[in-house]
C-alpha cells in the first residue's frame, strides 16, 4: 500500500517495549476468510464475509449479522447490539493485517475506539440475519524497522444504502504487564439484566459493591468479552462495562444509546476494577481504576429525556 505507508509515522526515538512476535501467516488478498484467520474461537462468531480493495487506503467488507448473536435481545424485532460494529472492524483489522498492511511487530488489538449511532436510521432485523456493508479507511500507521506497530480504521456502516453508523479503532500492541484486580469487597450484587441494557443475565459485566461499581462478569467465560479466557478485559469489553455502567446511573433502556468511546491507558482485569460515572454533555463518562491507577476511560452518549 504506497499511499499508506508514505503516510506512515515512523518513531524512530520512541522506545519500544515489545519482543518480537512470529508474523502472522500471509493469505492472498482474494483468498476467502476463514474464522481461524481471524482469530476465532468458533466459525458462529464469524461477521465478516468478503473483503475488497477500493484504492490505496480505501477497503469495503460485506458482514452478516445474525439474529441470534449472543449479545442481541430476544426478540421479535432485533436491533443488533453496537458492539457488533466494533467487533466486524476488528476481524476487518484481523484480514488486512494478513493481506495488505506490513507485517505487524507484535500481535495488535484495539486500544481506543469511538462509535456514532444515527438512532433513527439502525437497522432491525426480522429474520434470520442483516447484510451490512463496512467502507473502512486506513490512516495512520506506525512502523518500526518496516513492521508495522499501530494503525487506524475508519469505519461507515451501510444498510440498503443508508448509513446508520461510524467509528474508529485505533489498533495499538497488547499492554504489557499484569492485570491485577482489586477484591470485589463484601456484599457484591449484581443488577439485572434490563436496567443494564443486557440481553441477558450472563452479559451484566458490573456490580454493586460496598465500596461502589465495579467490574464483576456474571459469565467468567463469556464468550464475547472474554474468549480464551484472558486476564484481562479487551476493549471491547470495557465498553461493555462502561456502556452497563451509564446505562444504570441514567435509568434509561439500550435503545438510548447513541454514541460509545473507550481508551485504554493500560492493562484492565477481568474483574475487580472500580467504575466511577460522571454526567457529560452528551450522556456519561466513565472512568476505570484499579490499584490507584487509572487504566481506562471513555464516554456513553445518551439520549436526551
Not at 75 to 92: C, G, K, T, Y
Not at 99 to 120: D, T
Request: include cysteine; charge should be positive.
Amino acid at each position: 500500500m504506497p499511499a499508506v505507508t508514505r503516510d506512515a509515522r515512523v518513531r524512530e526515538n520512541r522506545p519500544e517495549p515489545l519482543g518480537a512476535a512470529p508474523p502472522p501467516e500471509r493469505e492472498a488478498p482474494d483468498a476467502p476468510l476463514t474464522w481461524r484467520s481471524a482469530g476465532l474461537e468458533t466459525m458462529a462468531s464469524m461477521l465478516v464475509l468478503s473483503l475488497r480493495r477500493l484504492g490505496s487506503r480505501g477497503f469495503e467488507a460485506w458482514c452478516q449479522w445474525p439474529r441470534s448473536h449472543p449479545l442481541n435481545e430476544r426478540a421479535l424485532v432485533v436491533a443488533h447490539h453496537p458492539l457488533i460494529m466494533v467487533e466486524s472492524v476488528r476481524q476487518i483489522a484481523a484480514a488486512l493485517e494478513r493481506r495488505h498492511l506490513p507485517r505487524p511487530f507484535a500481535p495488535l488489538e484495539p486500544g481506543s475506539v469511538r462509535l456514532g449511532l444515527i438512532h433513527e436510521a439502525q437497522p432491525r432485523e426480522r429474520g434470520v440475519a442483516t447484510a451490512v456493508l463496512v467502507r473502512v479507511a486506513v490512516s495512520d500507521l506506525v512502523l518500526h524497522g518496516g513492521r508495522l506497530v499501530g494503525y487506524r480504521l475508519c469505519a461507515d456502516f451501510l444498510q440498503a444504502g443508508l448509513r446508520f453508523g461510524s467509528g474508529t479503532i485505533r489498533m495499538l500492541p497488547r499492554e504489557s504487564g499484569t492485570a491485577v484486580g482489586a477484591a470485589a469487597g463484601q456484599g457484591l450484587v449484581h443488577p439485572s439484566a434490563a436496567a443494564v441494557g443486557a440481553a441477558a443475565e450472563p452479559d451484566v459485566m458490573v456490580a454493586r459493591t460496598s465500596r461502589g461499581l465495579a467490574i464483576a462478569p456474571r459469565d467468567p467465560d463469556h464468550p464475547v468479552f472474554r474468549p480464551g479466557r484472558s486476564c484481562r478485559l479487551s476493549a471491547v469489553a470495557v465498553l461493555e462495562a462502561g456502556r452497563q455502567a451509564a446505562l444504570l446511573s441514567y435509568g434509561g433502556t439500550a435503545a438510548a444509546v447513541t454514541g460509545l468511546s473507550v481508551d485504554l491507558r493500560g492493562p484492565v482485569p477481568c474483574a475487580g476494577a472500580s467504575v466511577e460515572v460522571a454526567p457529560d454533555p452528551l450522556g456519561r463518562r466513565f472512568i476505570v481504576h484499579t490499584g490507584g491507577q487509572v487504566v481506562a476511560v471513555g464516554t456513553v452518549g445518551l439520549l436526551r429525556p
